[in-house]
């Protein structure tokens, strides 16, 4: 019989707030943590805003020698861990290191490292090249700091599937606790990608929102004058551990995860399916696998970006989902206050979830202004709202047509 498995830690660091707490209010104010970028000289580029995590000292998390060694997406991961592990009351014992894993995503890595690495190479030669450019950079090492961190030596491992990346790796290290090959997981996803390269190149693309006068009003999911989404930075990282073994050590429980589902458009590079096929069919693997129904859920937590394809299409994947009762469940996109993290949204989104319904409070789309005909389902507008939710449910959306959805239930011990 598979385990349960609940969430005893949660851990966020965004534009909205650095730690969970600060980031939790600053949604439920609807602050959005959009605004100018400060990384880079953004002068030339059509899109100037991004949701960067400000008045970050990776000092307060990381010894000065060590800091060489990691690009700021894996700095960002270990605050965030940092966070999860203190909520959860979490400490790895020898006794308990080997059926302690991490499963930490991000979809790009290290652009910063990598950006900066190039230019001392195209400055000086292959002899400026840092001997730490490689572990800085690579994805899977945001996993490994942590795990070092903490003395988890169970399983290891990291996604790399774009926008869903962080959901993946949740959903994966759920499996893993289920199927007994780990007691305890510190699961999510981290993404500093707000450098030239970044920007330039979804710029380029024309997925950016270019409100660059209106910085805390750009991100605008399902409203109809939203142009592109809004480039954040940040991590979510939950504790995930099998039911008996938070019980026997007496931690705080959350909320409980109770279904996980991916899939597959097979349509197109960056577009999503017609029709909403690869939604639709992700959200209902994650409900088939919590053995609910629909009608079961709710709260959703969009993957809702702000582009113009993208929000449209999820909203029809929403209504194949909830059929006739679509516009009663309450759905909202917090990247209208975090911006698009990325690799790192699913993880900071299904915390979100989590403390929604810890709570018992739905966080709101902001900068829902202008109803669009496409998109006419209940986007909690503006304002947060309480509710009564037993199952919430996380989507995410990835370029190459990779989906993910988690369905969290409010904690009860039944």
Known sequence: MNRRVVVTGVGLVCGCGIGTDEVWRSLLAGKSGIGPITHFDSTAFDCRIAGEVRNFDPLVWVEKKELKKMGRF?????????????????????ETADATGVYIASGIGGFDVIEREHTKYMQGGPGKISPFFIPASIVNLASGHVSIRYGAKGPNSATATACSASAHSIGDAYKIIQRSDADVMIAGGSEAAITPMGVGGFAAMRALSTHNDEPERASRPFDAQRDGFVVGEGAGVLILESLEFAQKRGAPIFAEVVGYGMSGDAYHITQPAEGGDGGYRVTMAALKDAKISADDVGYVNAHGT??????????????RVFGERAKKVPISSTKSMTGHLLGGAGGLEAGISVLALRDQILPPTVNYENPDPECDLDYVPNHPR??????AVSNSFGFGGTNASLIFKRWSNK
């Open 74 to 94: 894996i700095q960002l991961a270990l605050a965030a861990s940092e966070f999860a592990v203190q909520m959860a009351q979490l400490k790895v014992t020898p």
């Open 306 to 319: 702000s582009t113009p394809i993208g929000d449209a299409i999820e909203t029809t994947a929403l209504k």
């Open 386 to 391: 309480k509710a009564s939710v037993e199952y």
